[in-house]
């Protein structure tokens, strides 16, 4: 099993996207790179800590890519608006890709040099590529929200070849 993080925005239909993808075995929610330990959804939501809101991602790398996880990730979210995703605003609700290893980091980069020179998006894709760091896992109340209310996602992924 291998991990992947993603930030795109409020982390509750972005866990939900990638927890129905067959080959992720685990999702999780929770906040990375910013400068408290511990940090609580409040605390994050002052936008004055640095934390990301992100889902990590446990996956089978025998029965889905880490390229077809970036492609899902960045079909899922405006990657072109920075600090911000719809109505969301603040920069725990940036778009970001944490990656574990070097390859990660390789594929992550070369994708997202790709998507922007191919005019799928109108404007330059500002996702930070960036290692990953402390994970830290959000409240038990935001994991698996829209599954554990029978909702569905609010995200309505877009095709990204």
Known sequence: MEKATFGAGCFWGVEETFRKVPGVTETAVGYMGGTLDSPTYEDVCTDETGHAEVVEVTYDPEDVSYEQLL???????????????GPDIGTQYRSGVYYHNKEQQEKATSLKTKLDTS??????IVTEIEPAKTFWRAEEYHQKYFQRRGLPSCHIPQPID
Do not use: A, M, S
Request: proline share 10%.
């Open 71 to 85: 492609k899902i990730f960045w079909g899922l979210h405006d990657p072109t608006t920075l600090n911000r995703q």
């Open 119 to 124: 005019g799928h998006f109108k404007h330059p």
